[in-house]
């Protein structure tokens, strides 16, 4: 299995653009969490999918941000205008289904607003 | 979900154990005590998780007292390659509850 996968790996966008962060889940897991990770703030909850329907958005900071998960393939992140202080590394984290079992975690996106 | 303390740093010497401690005082008795790592620039790892009894897997052993408002997660013997963030989380077992994290332990494991 390749585990959780995340595109791109880096990225550097000009503020007021839009950026668009991807992720693809294990294969037949159920639920689907996008985290991001500062180190003044450290990892914090944006949203989660179950079934790709979004059951918990109050992670998300603001209108800015915006998530969907259109199969059970594929999620997408997407913040439109980004501003500076989205710079942060965003994880995509997938779990079997609820109940006492481990997440995994993708490598993450280095998302850098100047 | 309750919340947990732990150290902000420790250190262990390589090839000796390191002993993580959470204290969970006001854990629930359908919540579950979860930890994982962060290795550098990478994305959380799950270790181990338990409720009421020890467990054991090839990482690591979970040890929950009787009481359930503490654990320890013992790594038997500490590489370089286990430097690492240490998060004790405590969440509800079978339930679609989500996972906080804290703050975390830093590991520094040193020659």
């Known amino acids: 299995d390749a585990g959780v996968i995340q595109s791109p790996r880096h990225e550097v966008t000009e503020m007021g653009q839009e950026v668009t962060l991807r992720c693809k889940p294990i294969s037949g897991h159920d639920y689907l969490f996008w985290y991001r990770q500062t180190m003044m703030r450290g990892l914090e909850l944006l949203i989660y999918f179950n079934n790709n329907v979004p059951i918990d958005d109050s992670g998300m900071p603001e209108d800015r941000f915006s998530a969907k998960m259109p199969n059970a393939s594929f999620s997408t992140l997407k913040i439109q205008p980004s501003e500076p202080r989205d710079s942060a590394v965003y994880f995509c984290a997938s779990s079997p289904r609820a109940g006492s079992y481990g997440y995994t975690f993708g490598s993450g996106t280095r998302l850098t607003v100047v | ?111």
């Open chain 2, 1 to 111: 979900d309750a919340k947990t303390t732990q150290p902000p740093s420790m250190d262990c010497a390589e090839g000796r154990a390191a002993n993580l401690p959470c204290n969970h005082s006001t854990i629930s008795g359908n919540e579950y005590v979860y930890w994982y790592r962060q290795i550098h620039s990478q994305g959380p790892q799950y270790i181990i998780h338990g409720l009421k009894n020890n467990e054991t897997n090839e990482m690591a052993s979970l040890i929950i007292t009787e009481d359930r408002k503490s654990s320890t997660l013992i790594l038997p013997h500490a590489t370089l390659r286990d430097t690492a963030v240490y998060y004790c989380i405590v969440r509800v077992g079978g339930t679609a509850s989500k996972l906080t994290f804290g703050t975390g332990t830093r590991l520094q494991v040193t020659l």
